[in-house]
């Protein structure tokens, strides 16, 4: 069975997906997967490297280890793995509009409906 250029592009890029939502749930760990869906999109794209290593590293929880709390700690991790993944479908050739996050996602819950978890909106929640 061949998979086409666009379509491993696509599952790389769900598979980056999974990962940021781990991240929002606190429950995110790193993996091959990950890891070679990175080097995949980076090979394939035109972004700056950093934009890839700051993925990893919200990831894999060294991004906002130095904040003076854990709740502060996880806002910056969330939104450094979100900002990534932005600059990630960016060097792609796609924008991270409404449309492709939200059919990236649909698929995703598909294959893993456990991730499919409402995220905390303020502190407390």
């Avoid at 890029?13 to 869906?37: C, D, T």
């Avoid at 910056?76 to 960016?90: D, K, P, Y």
Wanted: charge should be positive; aromatic fraction near 8%.
């Amino acid at each position: 069975m061949r998979v086409d250029a666009e379509e491993l592009k696509m599952k790389a890029l769900l598979a980056l997906e999974e990962g940021a939502q781990l991240v929002h749930l606190k429950e995110s760990k790193p993996s091959l997967g990950i890891r070679f869906a990175l080097a995949y999109l980076y090979a394939i794209g035109d972004g700056e490297k950093w934009i890839f290593n700051n993925y990893w590293n919200a990831v894999t929880g060294k991004a906002g280890t130095n904040q003076s709390s854990t709740y502060l700690a996880e806002v910056v991790r969330n939104t450094e793995v979100e900002s990534a993944l932005n600059g990630i479908w960016r060097s792609v050739g796609i924008e991270r509009t409404v449309t492709p996050e939200l059919e990236c996602r649909k698929a995703l819950f598909k294959l893993r409906p456990d991730l499919h978890r409402p995220r905390p909106t303020c502190r407390g929640s």
